[in-house]
Nanobody, 120 residues
């Protein structure tokens, strides 16, 4: 069955870098677009970034553009999110998600999430 397992979250101060990973299994990873989404305390799910499988194009929410970088390693079946210049408002539970169709903010599977807390 489809499994997505996120890792790499934790407590960190504003600024600096942190890399999240998502290990995928149970499907042909290279054939699917993948996204990261997050949910901050008391708020709804927010799409953060996505990467297509065919042309590898990457897209970002305005809130993270220029600070976060999404990438994928199809051989390792792993999705990454490099978080630079972290802000307090980046605190959230971060989910890795398999994109259902052509829109990066529509998912059919997602992981259990990894918590990122940015605090001074």
């Amino acid at each position: 069955q489809v499994q997505l397992v996120e890792s790499g979250g934790g407590l960190a101060q504003p600024g600096g870098s942190l890399r999240l990973s998502c290990a995928a299994s149970g499907f042909t990873f290279s054939r699917y677009a993948m996204s990261w989404a997050r949910q901050a305390p008391g708020k709804g799910l927010e799409w953060v970034s996505g990467v297509y499988s065919d042309h590898g194009g990457t897209y970002y929410a305005d809130s993270v553009k220029g600070r976060f970088t999404i990438s994928r390693d199809n051989a390792k079946k792993t999705l990454y999110l490099e978080m630079n210049s972290r802000k307090l408002e980046d605190t959230a539970l971060y989910y890795c998600a398999r994109v259902r169709g052509s829109l990066l903010d529509e998912y059919d599977y997602w992981g259990q999430g990894t918590q990122v807390t940015v605090s001074s």
